[in-house]
């Protein structure tokens, strides 16, 4: 049987197990950002020629499904970002193919990356996603939108929020600032951007600063509250 293996990347070197995985593979899918990202792995020079890059996560499924039906049993990697089972790429997988067939190895996720790299204790913070997914014209359902952000800060004091383009840190700030109840709490919000990349930064600042900010692509916003 054809295992497909979802590996996460962006943080730390491979175990021995994911790199047994990785050198094994028939067949490792990619997408542009991620394949700039396994560039810098080691086992990189090894694999580069079984490398596929497809950024459409439709077309990428299909391309699994193909080999799957036309080929002999092969060994399928596919890296995600992080962790994958964190708002990742491993619930759709495991849906398309079902439990028996897929292995998760994963990284750390960028949200714990975030709050390891600003100091703060996680295991009381909201976790949630306002990325709508990489294809612009497919956005995914989102459990919360922007304008619930003021609501959740009525009960937890500290949240933590996947961004993307559209639901960006700037927007985020704005409807802090204009809402009511949020205006006049204190309220601080870091802006990790690209992390475990070279040019990972983190910026402090109030909401009211931050709307008024750009920020590089991908980014995790934690907003604490001070008492």
Known sequence: MTKIHVIGIGYKPFDERTKEIISKSEIILASHRLFDVFIRYEEFGIVKDKVMVIDNVNETISYMKSAISTRQPVMISLLASGDPMFF??????????????????????????????????????????????????????????????????????????????????????????????????????????????PDEKIIEANPGDSATMSFADPNVVIIIQKS
């Open 88 to 197: 990742g790429i491993g619930r759709r997988i495991i849906n398309e193919f079902g439990k028996e067939r897929v292995e998760i190895l994963p990284d750390l996720s960028s949200i714990q990356i975030a709050f390891s790299r600003i100091k703060e204790p996680w295991d009381d913070a909201l976790l949630i996603s306002l990325h709508g997914g990489p294809e612009p014209t497919k956005r995914r359902k989102l459990t919360y939108k922007l304008k619930d952000i003021p609501l959740l800060l009525k009960k937890y004091k500290k949240i933590a929020i996947l961004t993307d383009k559209e639901n960006n840190p700037s927007e985020i700030a704005k409807v802090l600032h204009s809402s009511l109840f949020t205006r006049h709490l204190r309220l601080t919000m870091y802006v990790c951007e690209r992390l475990g990349y």
